[in-house]
């Protein structure tokens, strides 16, 4: 609904070709745009009801038995998938105003959201599935380092105290170069469990978690 092009502009220039200290800045700035104090209680009742519902889930064993519950998923599956994607449509096929915007950003994303975790819940309930995405299993048990390693990778490839590519390779570009990273992530995965037990970082966290990196 509105775009101040001169600190847009200002932001894309320190995120291309600035140093480490002054995107980091930039990026709190940008951040508290959109999430300052204004917005804080907000983001509290919007995520906490989302954590308790995944808690929820959790607790009932809705993914572990996601097998034995696929009527409960496909029942999400059918409500939550029209009514998302409905809701995400709004502010094009009706009015792109403010309103419209909330609906579809609060709303739309959230109970879309669901539609994904219920098709994945689905994808999963088959013994095939297994199967298949063996070769990603590696890296699911350390996703913490895949994570924080994209992260790094990441951002060196489009700051300015790295590549400075920021802004400069187009969507499609930008994509198959996540999928190379991802790929070469669950290559060095499989051979990291080869020889540990557990990932680097996630070692790093059981240890102040437990006490103990075993």
């Given at each position: 609904?509105?775009?101040?092009i001169m600190n847009l502009t200002?932001?894309?220039?320190?995120?291309?070709?600035?140093?480490?200290?002054?995107?980091?800045?930039?990026r709190f700035k940008d951040w508290?745009?959109?999430?300052?104090?204004?917005?804080?209680?907000?983001?509290l009742f919007s995520v906490i009801?989302?954590?308790?519902?995944?808690?929820?889930?959790?607790?009932?064993?809705?993914?572990?038995?996601?097998?034995?519950?696929?009527?409960?998923?496909?029942?999400?599956?059918?409500?939550?998938?029209?009514?998302?994607?409905?809701?995400?449509?709004?502010?094009?096929?009706?009015?792109?105003?403010?309103?419209?915007?909330?609906?579809?950003?609060?709303?739309?994303?959230?109970?879309?959201?669901?539609?994904?975790?219920?098709?994945?819940?689905?994808?999963?309930?088959?013994?095939?599935?297994?199967?298949?995405?063996?070769?990603?299993?590696?890296?699911?048990?350390?996703?913490?380092?895949?994570?924080?390693?994209?992260?790094?990778?990441?951002?060196?490839?489009?700051?300015?105290?790295?590549?400075?590519?920021?802004?400069?390779?187009?969507?499609?570009?930008?994509?198959?170069?996540?999928?190379?990273?991802?790929?070469?992530?669950?290559?060095?995965?499989?051979?990291?469990?080869?020889?540990?037990?557990?990932?680097?970082?996630?070692?790093?966290?059981?240890?102040?978690?437990?006490?103990?990196?075993?």
């Amino acid at each position: 609904m509105y775009t101040d092009i001169m600190n847009l502009t200002k932001s894309m220039d320190i995120y291309s070709s600035s140093n480490y200290w002054n995107i980091t800045v930039q990026r709190f700035k940008d951040w508290m745009l959109v999430n300052g104090s204004s917005n804080i209680i907000f983001i509290l009742f919007s995520v906490i009801p989302l954590m308790m519902i995944g808690a929820g889930a959790a607790k009932l064993k809705w993914l572990q038995s996601a097998q034995s519950e696929r009527k409960k998923w496909l029942f999400i599956l059918i409500i939550s998938l029209p009514l998302g994607l409905f809701l995400k449509s709004l502010p094009m096929f009706v009015d792109s105003n403010l309103a419209f915007k909330y609906i579809e950003q609060s709303l739309g994303g959230t109970i879309l959201s669901f539609a994904y975790v219920a098709i994945i819940a689905l994808f999963m309930s088959y013994k095939w599935t297994g199967r298949l995405l063996k070769p990603f299993a590696a890296a699911g048990r350390m996703s913490l380092t895949i994570y924080i390693t994209q992260s790094i990778v990441g951002t060196f490839i489009f700051y300015g105290y790295g590549l400075g590519l920021y802004s400069k390779l187009t969507l499609g570009t930008s994509m198959l170069l996540a999928i190379g990273i991802f790929i070469i992530q669950v290559v060095l995965a499989e051979i990291w469990f080869m020889k540990f037990k557990y990932g680097p970082l996630e070692k790093i966290w059981r240890y102040f978690t437990y006490g103990k990196s075993v």
